[in-house]
């Protein structure tokens, strides 16, 4: 008995998970019984959190939709100029906090998005069964490179980073959520993430190195590992990377 098939035509940047000699974004998938638009998706490589719309033969389903022969089902990302709000989209709503957990992996991408204020989670310990557990109990949105992490069922808001270069990878993030005019630079501490706040000089002056202490006077400090943060050298190189990813991540004015 000859098996069911679909067709499925991927668009925009989930041809990103496509083989690279794939070019149209069409893929055959042959089956049997009737499996779940959702698991034949990632069957062709495309984790769901990277999904927004699913139409099969012109409609708008959900991921549960049970395939048929002769299926042809068009599969979309994110939308960020186009409202589609007549139709089905098959994402959960967005986070009322953009907050993150981010695989290690990405350690440096974690540092850069605290520099710019957001919460971002980044612990060497973590498992993957740790960070999805964290993305789903804490409301976090899992950022990865690994795409069999955000294909577990359990993950509803999860990103796979497509960049290679950390500073390539904060824009890359800051432009896919909108974020660049929520940024608010130098609010959180680099290593352990927690929220900095301005303290005293003398209460912390035994803890300066003599040229720090004799040349600077504004401090603050994390409460949660103690670590001191001050304007000098290193603050004038961190604060030109925050207004590079300012204004590369810009959306830009629209057309008069």
Not at 63 to 77: A, K, Q, T
């Amino acid at each position: 008995m000859p098996r069911s098939t679909a067709s499925f035509r991927f668009y925009a940047e989930l041809n990103d998970f496509l083989p690279a000699a794939n070019n149209s974004g069409l893929v055959i998938r042959e089956f049997d019984e009737s499996p779940s638009v959702k698991d034949q998706i990632e069957a062709c490589g495309v984790p769901h959190t990277e999904v927004d719309l699913v139409l099969a033969n012109g409609e708008s389903v959900g991921f549960s939709y049970r395939l048929c022969d002769g299926d042809e089902i068009g599969v979309y990302p994110v939308f960020e100029s186009f409202d589609i709000a007549a139709v089905s989209k098959v994402r959960p709503e967005p986070l009322r906090e953009m907050r993150f957990v981010v695989d290690i992996n990405l350690g440096k991408l974690a540092r850069y998005l605290r520099l710019l204020g957001f919460d971002a989670l980044s612990d060497g310990q973590l498992r993957d069964t740790d960070l999805v557990a964290i993305s789903v109990d804490e409301q976090r949105i899992l950022l990865t490179k690994d795409r069999p992490l955000l294909k577990r069922s359990a993950v509803t808001h999860g990103y796979f980073v497509r960049a290679v270069h950390p500073e390539d990878q904060v824009v890359e993030v800051v432009r896919r959520f909108d974020l660049s005019r929520l940024i608010e630079p130098f609010a959180r501490c680099l290593e352990c993430n927690g929220l900095i706040e301005p303290v005293g000089k003398n209460e912390i002056e035994h803890l300066l190195e003599p040229l720090t202490k004799r040349y600077f006077d504004e401090f603050r400090r994390c409460p949660g590992c103690g670590r001191i943060f001050w304007r000098g050298s290193h603050h004038e190189r961190l604060a030109v990377l925050v207004e590079t990813v300012r204004s590369v991540a810009m959306p830009s004015p629209p057309d008069a």
